[in-house]
T-cell receptor
Framework: GAVVSQHPSWVICKSGTSVKIECRSL??????MFWYRQFPKQSLMLMAT?????????EQGVEKDKFLINHASLTLSTLTVTSAHPEDSSFYIC????????????FGQGTRLTVV | DAKTTQPNSMESNEEEPVHLPCNHS???????IHWYRQLPSQGPEYVIH???SNVNNRMASLAIAEDRKSSTLILHRATLRDAAVYYC?????????????FGQGTRLTINP
């Protein structure tokens, strides 16, 4: 199957700093990628839809100025958590679909963010 | 958004079949039924999807009710590596984008 890779797998940062997470589609081009957040023992929550060459679409309640998304190419989307606080500590996961009708989604391995 | 309902948890024994149910009574005619699973500390993994007919692949089978208001994921012979949270999702087209909105899923435990 197609491969979606996230980097880093885990990161620890100090409160007030910013952290960038990369999501790459390794063997296909993805015009749309999705970013999720998952807290312990909970399901994935969709944060935003990342669109290549245009602005991301954020879900209700997600602060677009705090979670900056850039989709500069067909194989790379980045999520930057700005001015991180301990409550931003979570498991962040990206996803992309192989172009086509009714295709499945492929997910990155996730990034564990801990803000201290 | 059309929603799905799954049992919070299920338990089975190794090498036995597992039937994971999902109710989606508000499904629309164009919604595909997707199943993903998530192992601990990993991103979700695609399992199978279908529209109306039953589907089989190397991982599992998907049985879809005739009225499409429910479906069942079948793992024919469970192994310990199948222990995961299984999500039944209706792929919805929202504002032109095909989104996958996750519910709570079923936590499957496999006993040796």
């Amino acid at each position: 199957g197609a491969v979606v890779s996230q980097h880093p797998s885990w990161v620890i940062c100090k409160s007030g700093t910013s952290v960038k997470i990369e999501c790459r589609s390794l063997d296909f081009q993805a015009t749309t990628m999705f970013w999720y957040r998952q807290f312990p023992k909970q399901s994935l929550m969709l944060m935003a839809t990342s669109n290549e060459g245009s602005k991301a679409t954020y879900e209700q309640g997600v602060e677009k100025d705090k979670f900056l998304i850039n989709h500069a190419s067909l194989t790379l989307s980045t999520l930057t958590v700005t001015s991180a606080h301990p409550e931003d500590s979570s498991f962040y996961i990206c996803s992309a679909r192989v172009p086509g009708v009714n295709t499945e989604a492929f997910f990155g391995q996730g990034t564990r963010l801990t803000v201290v | 958004d059309a929603k799905t309902t799954q049992p919070n948890s299920m338990e089975s024994n190794e090498e036995e079949p597992v039937h994971l149910p999902c109710n989606h009574s508000t499904i629309s005619g164009t919604d595909y039924i997707h199943w993903y699973r998530q192992l601990p500390s990993q991103g979700p993994e695609y399992v199978i999807h279908g529209l109306t007919s039953n589907v089989n692949n190397r991982m599992a089978s998907l049985a879809i009710a005739e009225d499409r208001k429910s479906s069942t994921l079948i793992l024919h012979r469970a192994t310990l590596r199948d222990a995961a949270v299984y999500y039944c999702i209706l792929r919805a087209i929202i504002q032109g984008a095909q989104k996958l909105v996750f519910g709570q899923g079923t936590r499957l435990t496999i006993n040796p």
